[in-house]
C-alpha cells in the first residue's frame, strides 16, 4: 500500500542515531487513558471493540498527535492480543484489568498450544495500521508494538495483572522445560506479528518487557534474553526499541540484544542509563509519570533537566511507563512543548 510522505522524521533519525535540532519525544501509553475524548469511546464501546475497529483503531491512534503534539504515533491495541490469538480469551475488566479465564499450567498446556497465521488471526490490527498511517498524512510515524515474551508469559500463566507474578515466576522455576517452550511459541508467533505490522505499515517498533525487572539478573538472562534477541535479530526492517521496566541490571544485555534504542525508567540515573547502553545506541525514557501532576513549571523544569541529562542526540524523550489517566492534558502538553522548544546551550 501506498502511504502519505513522511514529514516529521524526528524520531526516526534519532532511533538511527543519526544528529538531531532537538530530541523526539512520544509518552507510553499515550494511546488512550488520558484524553477526555478517548474516555467518551470507552462509553460507547468494549476495549476489544476499539482495538478490531480499524477507523476507531485511528482515531485513538492519532488523538495524541492532533490534541498533544507528540513526535510519533503508537498504535492503539494491547500487548494481551497475542494470548488471545493463540487460544487464550482475554476479558478487559473495567476498573480491574485483563482477566484469562483459561491459564498455562502444565508443559502438555503449552504443548496444545497451536501458532495460528497471524495475518489471518490479527488482521484487524494490520487493518488498523494501514488505517492510521493514510490518517496521519505523514505527519508523524507510527510505532507498532507487541509485549515481550516473558511479560505475556505472566499473563498467560498468572490469568491476570499482578504486583509480584508469583505465580508466573513459580511456573518458570520450577517447570523450566514448559516455560522455555512457551517463551519460544511467545517468540514465533511476534517474530511473524512484527514482521506483518511492519508490512502493513509501522515505521519503528517497541517490545514491551514490563515485568522483565520481576527477575533477578540471573533469571532475566535465562527467561528474557534470549527471546528478545531472537525477535531483534528477525525484525530489522525498521528502527526498533526494547524497554525492560526495572531492569536496570540488564541495560548492557538489552543494548547488546540488536534493538536500535533502549527504554529506561525514572529509576535510573541518565549517566548510568548511558554508560550501560554505550554510545552507539539510543536511550529513550525517563520522566516520572506521576510527576505530570506536578505545577506546570515544575514540569517545564524537571524535562529541561532530563534532556540535558541525557544529551540532545542519541536520545528520545519519553515517559519512564506509561502516562497515568488522571493527568491533565495541559500538563502532558506542557511536557511535550518543553521538548519542542528545546535547544541546547
Ligand atoms: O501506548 C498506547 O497507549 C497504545 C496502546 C497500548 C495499550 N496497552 C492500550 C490499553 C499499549 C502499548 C498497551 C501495552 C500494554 N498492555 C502493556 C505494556 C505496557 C505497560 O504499561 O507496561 C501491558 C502490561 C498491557 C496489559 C494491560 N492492558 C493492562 C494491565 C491493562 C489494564 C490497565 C491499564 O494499564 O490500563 C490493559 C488495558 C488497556 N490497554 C487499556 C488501554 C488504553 C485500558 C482499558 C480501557 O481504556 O478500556
Avoid at 476498573?95 to 483459561?102: K, N, Q, S
Avoid at 527504554?263 to 542509563?273: L, S
Wanted: hydrophobic share 45%; proline share 6%.
Amino acid at each position: 500500500m501506498e502511504f502519505p510522505e513522511l514529514k516529521n522524521d524526528l524520531l526516526l533519525r534519532a532511533l538511527r542515531g543519526e544528529e538531531v535540532e532537538r530530541p523526539p519525544v512520544w509518552m507510553m501509553r499515550q494511546a488512550g487513558r488520558f484524553l477526555p475524548d478517548y474516555r467518551v469511546l470507552r462509553e460507547k464501546y468494549t476495549f476489544f471493540e476499539r482495538c478490531k475497529n480499524p477507523k476507531l483503531v485511528s482515531e485513538i491512534t492519532t488523538m495524541p498527535v492532533w490534541q498533544v503534539g507528540v513526535d510519533a504515533a503508537i498504535l492503539f491495541s494491547d500487548i494481551l492480543v497475542v494470548p488471545e490469538a493463540l487460544g487464550f480469551e482475554v476479558q478487559m475488566i473495567p476498573g480491574v484489568g485483563p482477566l484469562l479465564p483459561r491459564t498455562v499450567k502444565t508443559l502438555e498446556d503449552v504443548q496444545a498450544i497451536e501458532i495460528p497465521d497471524v495475518e489471518v488471526a490479527l488482521d484487524y490490527v494490520m487493518k488498523g495500521i494501514q488505517q492510521t498511517r493514510m490518517d496521519l498524512k505523514g505527519e508523524v510515524p507510527l510505532i507498532g508494538f507487541a509485549g515481550a515474551p516473558f511479560t505475556l508469559l505472566c499473563y498467560m500463566v498468572q490469568g491476570k495483572g499482578s504486583k509480584d507474578f508469583s505465580e508466573a515466576k513459580s511456573f518458570c522455576f520450577s517447570q523450566p522445560e514448559a516455560a522455555h517452550l512457551l517463551l519460544q511459541k511467545i517468540t514465533d508467533i511476534t517474530i511473524s506479528y512484527m514482521k506483518a505490522q511492519i508490512k502493513a505499515g509501522a515505521q519503528a517498533f517497541q517490545l514491551f518487557d514490563s515485568w522483565a525487572g520481576l527477575l533477578g539478573p540471573d533469571a532475566f538472562m535465562e527467561f528474557s534474553y534470549p527471546y528478545l534477541k531472537q525477535i531483534m535479530a528477525e525484525c530489522t526492517e525498521v528502527p526498533s526499541v526494547v524497554f525492560a521496566k526495572g531492569a536496570w541490571f540488564a541495560l548492557k544485555e538489552l543494548a547488546a540484544t540488536g534493538a536500535n534504542a533502549v527504554g529506561v525508567d525514572w529509576n535510573c540515573k541518565p549517566g548510568f542509563a548511558r554508560e550501560q547502553i554505550g554510545s552507539e545506541k539510543t536511550v529513550q525514557g525517563n520522566f516520572d509519570p506521576s510527576m505530570l501532576h506536578a505545577p506546570i513549571e515544575v514540569i517545564e523544569r524537571e524535562t529541561k533537566k532530563m534532556i540535558d541529562a541525557f544529551g540532545k542526540d542519541k536520545y528520545v524523550v519519553n515517559l519512564g511507563h506509561g502516562i497515568l489517566p488522571s493527568v491533565p492534558v495541559e500538563h502532558a502538553k506542557a511536557f511535550v512543548n518543553t521538548v519542542k522548544t528545546y535547544r541546547a546551550e
